[in-house]
């Protein structure tokens, strides 16, 4: 089966490069599937999982949103932080999520509210992940 080579990249550096059958992404207008010779474009992303398929095994990778770039045989992914679910500390995810949760209940006028909402939603798509 034809594959695509998957780089994803983030400021630290690269985290995969790989051949795969199929990404799935969440857009900001939806998830996405490529498969190669999928046509060029270029999409943001959200806080989300990346799916990785190649035959009967699916690797997810943890993103905080960013950019996805597709050509027919190639998707970048730059991101700001991507892990993979074996890197994931879920003990500190569990935290940051406590954490996050406490700063939106407080409902002090000095909390910034999208700040505290956007630790959540990475919080949890890190513990989607880590399971």
Known sequence: MRTLEVSVVTPGGPVLEESFEMVVCKAETGEIGILPGHIPLVSPLQISAVRLKKGNDT?????????????????TILAQSAETASD????????AKDRAERRLQAKKDNIDKTRAELALKRAINRLDVGK
């Open 59 to 75: 690797k997810y990778l943890a993103i905080s949103g960013g950019f996805m770039e597709v050509q027919p045989e190639k998707v």
């Open 88 to 95: 994931i500390n879920v003990q500190r995810a569990k935290e």
